[in-house]
């Protein structure tokens, strides 16, 4: 008789999950109509089969259960991508801009909090839960644009990466003080720390010495690939979790671990579909905890909280990236980014929920500015080349630091060829310019290449060739000719059109994907268009057929290639 209660209760739970997928798939095709995160579906799914409305949802102790498997997944994904190269890449803006915006939006979110009646604890988590934005929401509408290369993409990317690390180290914070049950918080934080330095000095030693040993067996083996890099995550949260911390800051710091180890984004690609179906439950179940008897009171601290997320954050980092120097544009875009609130946030709302530091009522205030948030700034990113222009103006106020770096920089001589972007083509044009001998002057987003400019003393601007007035610094007028490698329909026609308002003889040469941009980019103006799609095919198809011939005759061809391009550079030019 026990047997077959407990098989039956099994049965209960997979009832209920798929009853949960179900209406979780269903509001998931309601966002996807309404071009809003899945996530904000979940919750609402989540809220419709809690105990209010359907009450489908009642394993709680198993669906617990499966959002501590979502989330130490994706943190441990995270945590493969926290690579030190890449905030090296975005430079000191990301670092200086994105902690002060953490710093200033978490005084300011604590005084609001506390003006709305909360006490100290619960105003405190509020206020950290509103300094994170989504990662992965934001790379995923950025990758949606095709921005994730663009300048504000870059910088907004650094934005994310430093609140990835300072949210992990929130993360041994609250575990030191969960751990210290109220008795000597900083003996317990030292204790944590001692700990966590010789765990992590171990794994190290285990991921740089050790398991590369066996990379190219795991690799071997798709299914072996799969399951041994989910039993490094799982298992390093657990030794996390049974020395004092949370799960969530062990599967970061596995992630983190493993970032250095071969392989490493292989592993956690691997990972991503179970991180998805996961994370549905673990959104799902928060939005079945949200405290709905309550609705009314929670809405009005909820909405004041939500507009100075969607209005407050993205004003402060604007501010600071002008303090910095960086115009209008770029600084508007990124600050856009950080209009919501993060999966970090609702994880952080159910860790001080799981020790006791908060209650239901507050999760729930925090989960609905999660859902304001989200829904708001998706439509904010997505539509953010139509907001702009109606703001410009009442930016120009804050734009002061760039307009002095404008007229230094319009004393600068004017260069006879202008080159947007220094990859694989640019640096090949660039190459011929020289030979040239002509003024050169490339514009390039990219530090790296900034860099690599600087040490070949080509002349150069770090810019981004969508901002406007960025361009009217160039001196563009001068020029003979304006060359954009960028593959970007919009930006190629912004620049068309401003440089032959210029001057109509300036010869312009642009990049498209396809033909049909190419055509259009020819009826705005374009003198010439490539296609370096098409013209990579066509010339593989010839070098394909030449090298069943002579190999002096394919030396041949790619000289006459390249003499080619140099002619056609040097006729436009002079």
């Known amino acids: 008789m026990t047997r077959r209660f407990a098989i039956m209760k099994r049965m209960?739970?997979?009832?209920?999950?798929?009853?949960?997928?179900?209406?979780?798939a269903v509001f998931a095709v309601i966002m996807r109509l309404f071009k809003q995160p899945l996530v904000v579906g979940y919750i609402l799914a989540g809220i419709l089969a809690g105990p209010y409305f359907l009450n489908i949802l009642q394993s709680h102790e198993a669906f617990e259960v499966f959002s501590k498997v979502g989330i130490a997944i994706l943190l441990f994904i995270v945590g493969v991508h926290l690579s030190p190269e890449v905030i090296k890449e975005v430079g000191k803006v990301s670092l200086i801009a994105g902690t002060g915006q953490v710093l200033f939006t978490s005084a300011?979110?604590?005084?609001?909090a506390r003006a709305l009646g909360f006490a100290t604890t619960p105003s405190i988590y509020i206020a950290i839960a509103l300094t994170f934005s989504s990662t992965i929401i934001i790379l995923k509408l950025l990758s949606d644009r095709g921005d994730l290369h663009k300048l504000y993409g870059k910088i907004s990317i650094g934005f994310l990466l430093i609140q990835d690390i300072i949210a992990t180290l929130i993360l041994v914070v609250v575990s030191a003080i969960s751990a210290s049950a109220g008795e000597g918080v900083a003996g317990t934080l030292?204790?944590?720390m001692g700990k966590l330095l010789v765990v992590c000095f171990a794994l190290y030693l285990l991921v740089r010495f050790v398991l590369p040993r066996f990379g190219n067996f795991f690799a071997s083996s798709q299914e072996l690939l799969f399951l041994s890099t989910l039993a490094w995550g799982l298992s390093i949260a657990t030794v996390f979790y049974l020395i004092g911390f949370s799960i969530e800051i062990g599967a970061l710091l596995a992630g983190v671990l493993m970032s250095i180890a071969p392989f490493a984004y292989e592993m956690s690609s691997r990972l991503k579909p179970l991180r998805d179906f996961f994370l549905v439950l673990f959104f799902v179940f928060l939005g079945s905890q949200m405290v709905i008897e309550s609705i009314g009171a929670l809405m009005v601290p909820a909405i004041i909280l939500s507009l100075f997320v969607l209005i407050g954050n993205p004003?402060?980092?604007f501010i600071l990236m002008t303090l910095l120097g960086?115009?209008?544009?770029?600084s508007f875009f990124a600050g856009l980014t950080v209009a919501q609130i993060s999966e970090f946030s609702l994880i952080l709302a159910g860790l001080g929920l799981s020790v006791g530091h908060i209650n239901q009522e507050v999760v729930s205030i925090i989960t609905l500015v999660g859902l304001f948030t989200i829904a708001g700034s998706t439509y904010f990113i997505l539509y953010a080349h139509k907001i702009y222009p109606y703001l410009e103006n009442y930016l120009r106020f804050f734009d002061w630091r760039s307009k002095k770096k404008t007229e230094k920089r319009r004393k600068d001589k004017a260069a006879e060829v202008v080159i947007f972007g220094h990859g694989r083509m640019g640096s090949e044009i660039a190459r011929g310019v020289k030979r040239l001998e002509k003024e050169l002057l490339v514009v390039d987003f990219n530090p790296k290449e900034v860099a690599n400019l600087n040490q070949q003393g080509i002349k150069?601007?770090?810019?981004?060739?969508?901002?406007?007035?960025?361009?009217a610094e160039l001196g563009l007028d001068e020029a003979n000719i304006v060359i954009s490698t960028i593959p970007s329909k919009e930006a190629n026609l912004l620049l068309l059109r401003y440089v032959k308002e210029l001057d109509k003889k300036i010869f312009v040469v642009l990049v498209a994907d396809t033909l049909a941009q190419a055509k259009h980019l020819y009826e705005k103006g374009a003198d010439y268009v490539l296609i370096?799609?098409?013209?990579?095919?066509?010339?593989?198809?010839?070098?394909v057929r030449q090298f069943h011939k002579d190999s002096s005759e394919l030396s041949a061809l790619k000289?006459?290639?390249i003499k080619n391009i140099e002619a056609r550079l040097e006729k436009a030019i002079n």
């Open 559 to 561: 000289e006459k290639h």
């Open 190 to 192: 030292l204790l944590l």
């Open 532 to 543: 370096p799609h098409a013209i990579s095919a066509k010339y593989g198809r010839h070098i």
């Open 460 to 471: 150069n601007r770090y810019g981004d060739m969508e901002d406007v007035e960025f361009l």
């Open 12 to 24: 209960t739970i997979f009832v209920e999950l798929t009853a949960v997928l179900i209406v979780a």
């Open 108 to 112: 300011i979110g604590y005084a609001i």
């Open 326 to 330: 960086y115009r209008k544009r770029p």
């Open 315 to 317: 004003l402060i980092v």
